[in-house]
Each structure stands twice: as structure tokens, then as C-alpha cells.
């Protein structure tokens, strides 16, 4: 019993912080949480929608001040 506990212990996930975005996940506007969340899809992910006026900003209502 001891040697499956030890390793259930080994192959079980570790909690980390809160996950890192990932392309795909979020595609509009009202989905990101912050205008880091909004620029990482823009330029990591493609997601060239974000910005509506194509002046490089994604999500204005998020990035307007930064």
C-alpha cells in the first residue's frame, strides 16, 4: 500500500499558479482579462481581429492607457 501511495505522489500533477494563456483558448475581446491577455492572442496567437482599427493596439477598451 505504502509503494502505490508513493507513487500516486510521483505521477500526480503539482498545483502551480494559475495557467499561462495558450493560443486558441480566447478569441474576442470580452474574453481577456487584462490587455497582457489581449496583446499575448494579438501577437502570439494571429488573432489580428483584436484590433478592429489596425493601429496595432489589440482590444482597446483594455489597452487604450497602456
Known amino acids: 500500500m505504502r509503494v502505490f501511495l508513493f507513487c500516486l505522489a510521483l ?3 503539482a498545483q502551480a499558479g494559475p495557467s499561462k494563456p495558450f493560443c486558441g483558448e480566447k478569441t474576442e475581446c470580452r474574453q481577456m482579462a487584462d490587455c497582457a491577455e489581449a496583446r499575448f492572442h494579438y501577437s502570439q496567437c494571429g488573432q489580428t481581429r483584436l484590433d478592429r482599427d489596425g493601429d496595432g493596439v489589440p482590444c482597446e477598451e483594455l ?4
Open 11 to 13: 505521477v500526480a500533477p
Open 63 to 66: 489597452c487604450r492607457f497602456k
